[in-house]
């Protein structure tokens, strides 16, 4: 007989496949406050969130279509009262379920429901190994323990769980804990990856860019925790663009391998995507995620290479890395279809080099840090972000 | 190689999936994040693996389909696992 072989499935060039993720933003009700966070400054309400008919919908249309991934999020998907209707419903149409949750807010009631609903997989946020470095980055107390409690939780129900350690400046110290945790809590799979600058993160990132000598540490003590760890705890690791040579593909190239929808049905060829003012995003509630895939202007608008221009279009690596981030693009240059500046080949390049080394060298200031929350009108202008109100009780805006 | 014990049973853990993936034409064995694609042999050992069946029974039900015999079959089956193993995807 022949070797029996998997293969991991290659990247798929830039055209029309079916897509393979689907990320569902169910709502962007969260208890936390994460400086990081990547949702938009303008966060949706409530009362502007999908039902859960619309959702049940969108996912019986991507399984048909090909969706293999489905990634519940947020926002704090558990939120949402149908949380485990949803999970159910994702579950019998045959998609791969996973919960990217905060922990926070999640009972042992809810779990044991979400494990019979059949949930296959749970990705817990980390952002400090221990309560102060936690405390700073959420931007409320207690937090860590409750994680905690919540990883021993999930473990506890035979659940594999992926820890999910966004890094920057205030935790980066602590890349190494954040590792043994991992191990502690019984995680599978621990996530190092370094901010990406949106939304929230964007606003931030003074206070959260790292210095190059943190980043290169960083790489050397993954390094070493992947070899001491083999078989206990894999390890994946996305480290910064500011400091790199070429740009990553990003999200797998657009409209090539995920889609996003937001709370209110927006569908996405990226979460950060609604930054690209210009595009015409197409909704859930007026089209099946098959036609937004397939015939959507805004997933058209960078697929492929023919939006390139110089000098991404005579460069060897075009369908390498498909141009990097056209949001990135768009927001450090001015226009998405340069470029990403994380590449050598970009004028804007040593620019953002300069920002990476001028941001990264200043002292942390936390009361300086925005922490994100729903703005009530005029409080953005003034330059100050409100409290969100309680998560379970937000009234309509 | 250190073989394995006639009475293992491979088990899929929580998280990784085997399906038949209709779009693709294709089945696929899927965990957090990660696809494969499991070729035709691939996919006729793996859709032995019910977590019943022990790794004889497995070589057994394989003799009927390849024209080998199980002294033959059953190293190839064992690194096939062995290795899946290595990436988390079953247990042994
Ligand atoms: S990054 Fe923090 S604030 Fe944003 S959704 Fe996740 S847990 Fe909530
Ligand atoms: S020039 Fe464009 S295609 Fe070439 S490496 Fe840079 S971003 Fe990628």
Known sequence: ????????????????????????????????????????????????????????????????????????????????????????????????????????????????????????????????????VTDAVVGTRG????????????????????????????????????????????????????????????????????????VD????????????????????????????????????????????????????????????????????RDHSIGEIWTSSPAFDAYRGTSWMKEPCISCERRTVDLGGCRCQALALTGDPRNADPACIKSTFHSELGDIAVAESSAAVNLAAVAYRGFSRPGAEQAGVVVAPRSPYTERPA | MSGLDDGTVPRFPRGVKFREDKVRGQHMLLGPERIFNADPVATQILSLCDGKRTIVEIVDALTEVFAADAATIRPDVESFLIDLRQKQLVTL
């Open chain 1, 143 to 214: 937090a860590f323990e409750r994680k905690e409690a919540f990883a021993r939780a999930v473990v506890a129900r035979g659940f594999p769980l992926t820890l999910n350690a966004v890094i920057h400046r205030l935790n980066i110290g602590q890349v190494p804990l954040m590792i043994e945790k991992a191990v502690a809590f019984g995680a599978g799979r621990i996530e190092i990856a370094h901010t990406q600058y949106y939304g929230w993160a964007l606003k931030n990132r003074a206070q959260l860019m790292p210095a190059r000598a943190d």
């Open chain 1, 1 to 132: 007989m022949v070797l029996p072989h998997v293969a991991e499935a290659a990247a798929q060039p830039a055209s029309p496949q079916p897509p393979i993720g689907l990320l569902a933003e169910l709502t962007h009700r969260c208890p936390l406050r994460c400086a990081y966070c990547s949702n938009p400054l303008e966060m949706e309400t409530r009362s502007a969130e999908l039902d859960t008919e619309t959702w049940k919908r969108v996912f019986s249309e991507a399984a048909d279509l090909g969706v293999i991934h489905l990634h519940l999020s947020g926002g704090e998907p558990t939120a949402r009262r149908d949380i485990v209707e949803l999970t159910r419903h994702a579950s019998q149409v045959g998609l791969y379920t996973n919960l990217i949750t905060s922990g926070l807010g999640v009972t042992d009631a809810m779990l044991d429901a979400l494990h019979d609903a059949g949930l296959d997989h749970i990705q817990l946020s980390m952002q400090g190994a221990d309560g102060a």
């Open chain 1, 217 to 284: 540490r960083t790489i050397e003590e993954v390094k070493e925790a992947r070899e001491r760890l083999a078989g206990i705890l894999t390890i994946d690791a996305v480290f910064p663009d500011y400091y790199a040579k070429y740009p990553k593909l990003c999200n797998g190239g657009w409209g090539a391998r995920t889609l996003s929808v937001t709370p209110s049905g927006l569908a996405l060829p990226c979460h950060a995507a609604q930054t690209i003012k210009h595009l015409d995003f197409w909704s859930v």
